[in-house]
């Protein structure tokens, strides 16, 4: 069984340019959450999709973005990048409410 | 009210040792905590979970004790080996957010 596949791994962008973050979720499961993971910040939610409609919001400011599609793979974007947002940007999967399971993520540094 | 905290922040344990981790949470619409572990380059990967209605939930080596009404939860690892050395989050989580409140981790070194 395949698991959580985020891509790429690794990232280094400057300031002001914008990514795009990818995550192909286990099959089955239909629920994809972000989370930002820092030194000094811990693990913080940014948005969950169900069923490509976004159902929560962390608080992040409006630069964070993300959608799902019909498949369920997900993605988030990025805009302006800020040194701060050099993270480990983590996708988290779920058949249902409980149960998550995370990808390796993807490393962004900004320089 | 959204906030779980956890201590300690870093544990060194012999091996062999039980090592434990505590949390504790105020939202009281939380219904659902995990503990993941992590290792460095990797995701956190869910190790185990209880729901409220438990008390005490035990996977192998591995056991949650449940306290409703004080809202703590702490993870015990028993016989502690080397390779239990990772970073431990606690996390809650409710049925209106669908999300995971995490704790700030704990960093555990079991010694050999």
């Known amino acids: 069984k395949a698991g959580v596949t985020q891509t790429p791994r690794y990232l280094i962008k400057t300031r002001g340019q914008q990514v795009t973050l990818s995550c192909s979720p286990i099959s089955g499961h239909r629920s994809v959450s972000w989370y930002q993971q820092t030194p000094g910040q811990g693990l913080q939610f940014l948005f969950e999709y169900f069923s490509e409609t976004q159902r929560n919001k962390g608080n992040f400011p409006g630069r964070f973005s993300g959608r799902q599609f019909s498949n369920s793979r997900s993605e988030m974007n990025v805009s302006t990048l800020e040194l701060g947002d050099s993270a480990l940007y983590l996708c988290?999967?779920?058949?249902?409410?409980?149960?998550?399971?995370f990808g390796s993520g993807t490393r962004l540094t900004v320089v | 009210q959204q906030q779980v905290k956890q201590s300690p922040q870093s544990l060194i344990v012999q091996k062999g040792g039980i090592s434990i981790i505590n949390c504790a949470y105020e939202n009281t619409a939380f219904d659902y905590f995990p503990w993941y572990q992590q290792f460095p380059g990797k995701g956190p990967a869910l190790l185990i979970a209880?729901?409220?209605?438990?008390s005490e939930k035990k996977e192998g080596r591995f056991t949650i004790s449940f306290n409703k009404s004080a809202k703590q939860f702490s993870l015990h690892i028993m016989d502690s080996q080397p390779g239990d050395s990772a970073t431990y989050f606690c996390?809650?989580?409710?049925?209106?957010?669908?999300?995971?409140?995490f704790g700030a981790g704990t960093i555990l070194r079991v010694k050999s």
């Open positions: 988290a999967t779920s058949a249902g409410l409980y149960g998550y399971t």
């Open positions: 996390a809650a989580s409710s049925p209106y957010g669908n999300k995971l409140v």
């Open positions: 209880i729901r409220p209605d438990v």
